[in-house]
């Protein structure tokens, strides 16, 4: 998984959850969450423009898709930000960044399919770094982030599959 510069900050670990934890694994798990937050925010943005941008004769069924798509994202960030704070560290302010996503570019008048496509393996990057999250919060015995992330990747996959469903070609 690609490293971002750290700038977690430790709340207080003497209050904080995550108890049988090692500290030094809390943090490095903390540090994942946060790239993992901030790949779901780029995915968040990247499904709302497809939603607004797509022409197609499968428009309603592609807008609808993506609106359940980046509802479920919204309320997804939500959780991972929360588990960073349990894990005893602050959100960092980075995701104001997301606005210039680091995956491919996405130009509004792309046609349906490519946008799909696009959409797809940004779905799958995200599920390719969840699942790197959720082993290493697993072996350092954060069954919490590891179900949570989990979860996450279910979600993915099965956009994963919908999102290529709707294209008309291959
Ligand atoms: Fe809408």
């Known amino acids: 998984m690609a490293k ?30 946060s790239v993992v937050l901030e790949d779901t925010y780029s995915l968040l ?8 941008n797509v022409r197609s004769r499968a428009f309603l069924s592609i807008h609808e898709l993506t609106e359940q798509q980046y509802t479920a994202l919204f309320a997804a960030v939500d959780v991972i930000a929360e588990r960073i704070l349990a894990l005893g560290f602050h959100v960092p302010s980075k995701q104001g960044s ?17 946008m799909l496509e696009i959409l797809a393996a940004e779905n799958e990057a ?29 979600e993915l996959e099965k956009a994963v599959w919908m999102l290529r469903a709707h294209k008309t070609q291959g």
Request: aromatic share 2%; glycine share 4%; with cysteine.
């Open 4 to 33: 971002s510069a750290s700038n977690i900050a430790p709340i207080d670990a003497a209050k904080t959850a995550g108890a049988g934890i090692e500290p030094a694994a809390r943090a490095a798990i903390a540090e994942q969450l």
């Open 45 to 52: 943005i990247r499904t709302q423009i497809v939603h607004w």
């Open 98 to 114: 997301v606005l210039s996503p680091k995956g491919i570019s996405l130009d509004p008048k792309a046609d349906a399919d490519e």
């Open 126 to 154: 995200c599920a390719r770094t969840a699942r790197e999250v959720a082993e290493a919060a697993d072996e350092a015995d954060d069954l919490v982030t590891a179900d949570m992330l989990t979860a996450r990747l279910a």
